[in-house]
C-alpha cells in the first residue's frame, strides 16, 4: 500500500518562505512520478507542479513559475516544494500526488493520479 505524507505547511506572510515535503513508502519511489496539487476554499484542486522519476523534468502551472521549485531525492523517497515570494492566492491545502504512469497529456489533470496525501495547510497572511 502507498503512502504519502506531507508536511511543512504552515503560516506565513506576503513575501515569505515555505518548503513542504512529501515522503513516499509503499512503492519504489524512483519508479513513480510526482506532482503538486493544492486546493483554496470553494475552489477546485489545481496543479501547481510535476517532476519526472529521474528528476530531470519539471512542470509549473504560470502561475508559480519562477517562484516555486519542486525537486525529489530518491535516496530518501521524499519529493519537496520549495515556495517563495508566497502571494494571499497562494492559501490553499496543499497535496502530494503520485502515479506510475501518467502522461505529460494529463499530468494537469487530477483525475488520473492514483495516489495522495492527506494535504498540509498553507496560510499566506497580507
Known amino acids: 500500500q502507498v503512502q504519502l505524507v506531507e508536511s511543512g505547511g504552515g503560516l506565513v506572510q506576503v513575501g515569505g518562505s515555505l518548503r513542504l515535503s512529501c515522503v513516499v513508502s509503499g512503492r519504489t519511489f524512483s519508479g513513480l512520478i510526482m506532482g503538486w496539487f493544492r486546493q483554496a476554499p470553494g475552489k477546485d484542486h489545481e496543479f501547481v507542479a510535476a517532476?519526472?522519476?529521474?528528476?530531470?523534468?519539471?512542470r509549473y502551472v504560470d502561475s508559480v513559475k519562477g517562484r516555486f521549485t519542486i525537486s525529489r531525492d530518491n535516496t530518501k523517497n521524499t519529493v519537496s516544494l520549495q515556495m517563495s515570494s508566497l502571494k494571499p492566492e497562494d492559501t490553499a491545502v496543499y497535496y502530494c500526488?503520485?502515479?506510475?504512469?501518467?502522461?505529460?497529456?494529463?499530468?494537469?489533470?487530477?483525475?488520473?493520479?492514483?495516489?495522495w496525501g492527506q494535504g498540509t495547510q498553507v496560510t499566506v497572511s497580507s
Open positions: 500526488a503520485a502515479d506510475q504512469r501518467i502522461t505529460s497529456a494529463t499530468i494537469a489533470t487530477m483525475r488520473p493520479w492514483e495516489y
Open positions: 517532476i519526472s522519476r529521474s528528476g530531470s523534468t519539471t
